[in-house]
């Protein structure tokens, strides 16, 4: 056996710059793919993150089928008996209670429609970039001064700026009609056309008032820690609402409140997953090309093994066992040099300047972190390594063909 595996490493290193040359390729492709599979990863975090942080949060509490029907009498009668489990739960780092009502909003020349949300100030700045995002005027504050916060491009349909007077109008949670006059107190904007033109924040006392919800609220959003920690903190939470008898209270995570964005995730990963392929089905070929100028320079050598009594079955396992040497020094080295260079740019980002503008418009910020983990390793060795040793097959079937007459006059 030993004999039988210093032929095969001695057979590699026959043509040196070639194996080498076969090695780099895998290599190369196999830290490419790590790279590319960390920074994907880490910008769908960034995706992900932006619009938590914008305003839905990790995990949201509701009442069931608030989420479909949008019914303001679906709601949470009394959130304060609640905050203690959450205050109790390490894991969460904020929350915050929120009432939602669509109503109209009219200025001195305009009207739109509009989702009313209100908020606690002081909760919110701790679990939303609200208050961070506010780019003319103020944040909102608990004075009952009747302040609300639009975005930009709703302040800019309605042609209002800082101080204007607006009208609320809706239906309350009584069926009685819901109207008060507000002002602008704060334009902000979220790098989200849809949220800045939809959007309006008050105050969460003065949102109960107007729509006869006292002391109850639609929602509780929740901010974690660590973005990892959704499922488990959503099933303690929802383990908890069991044994008290809340089974209509929901725990829903941010993909089941914002399909659309875990869609466009999807989509994004399936088309990337496609040039990945087409990427290493380039480089196999290269690959394959390299394999194959080896048996056919040792043709003669390998007839004339084979006329001396070596099986082709042997001769086919020598051969899987070079591709399998060669494609596992390049795998490795590659995975290695892959997660030091994602492990690099984790710490300090990688600024896309050109995209800038276009990366804000959708809420991303311009420079991304890749997020390199032994599992996006583990899925570039699997991936390199099943592509290399199935184009290593065929290589490997024509030395079963060899006829040794043949084989021996092969020049």
Partial sequence: MMTFIKMVWRNLWRNTRRSLLTTSA????????????????????????????????HLQIQKEGYLDEKNINLCIDNPEKIYPILNEERRIQAFAPRLNSPALI????????????????????????????????SYLSSENDHGALLGKAM???????????????????????????????????????????????????????????????SEIALILDNFRSIKEVKA??????????????KVLTWSEIVPA?????????????????????????????????????????????IALGMRPGLMFLMVILE???LSSLGILSGVIAGSGLAYYYEQTGIYFAELAEMMEF??????IFPDISIGVAIAAMIVVFTITMLIAIYPAIKVLRIKPVEALRYV
């Fill in 26 to 57: 895998i290599f190369f492709a196999t830290l490419l793919l790590v790279f590319l599979l960390a920074l994907q990863k880490g910008s769908y975090m960034e995706m992900i993150n932006s619009a938590v942080k914008i305003h839905t949060g």
């Fill in 106 to 137: 009219s200025s001195s020349g305009n009207t739109f429609g509009a989702l009313v949300i209100g908020v606690d100030p002081d909760r919110e700045a701790e679990v939303t970039t609200l208050k961070k995002i506010i780019r003319e005027g």
């Fill in 155 to 217: 302040a800019r349909n309605l042609g209002v700026t800082i101080g204007d007077e607006l009208i609320f109008m809706g239906q309350a949670a009584n069926g009685a009609l819901a109207a008060e006059r507000f002002y602008v107190k704060g334009i902000y904007k979220s790098g989200s056309t849809e949220f800045d033109r939809s959007i309006v924040c008050i105050d969460i006392k003065e949102a109960q008032e107007l729509f006869s919800m006292e002391g109850r609220v």
């Fill in 236 to 249: 303690s939470i929802m383990k908890v609402f069991k044994r008290r008898g809340w089974q209509t209270y």
């Fill in 261 to 305: 964005l875990k869609q466009a995730i999807a989509l994004d990963a399936s088309s990337a997953y496609i040039f990945y392929f087409i990427l290493l089905l380039v480089v196999g070929f290269g690959i394959m090309n390299t394999f194959l100028m080896s048996i056919f320079e040792r043709m003669r050598e390998l007839g004339v093994m």
């Fill in 323 to 325: 591709s399998l040497t």
């Fill in 362 to 367: 959708f809420g991303m910020p311009s420079r």
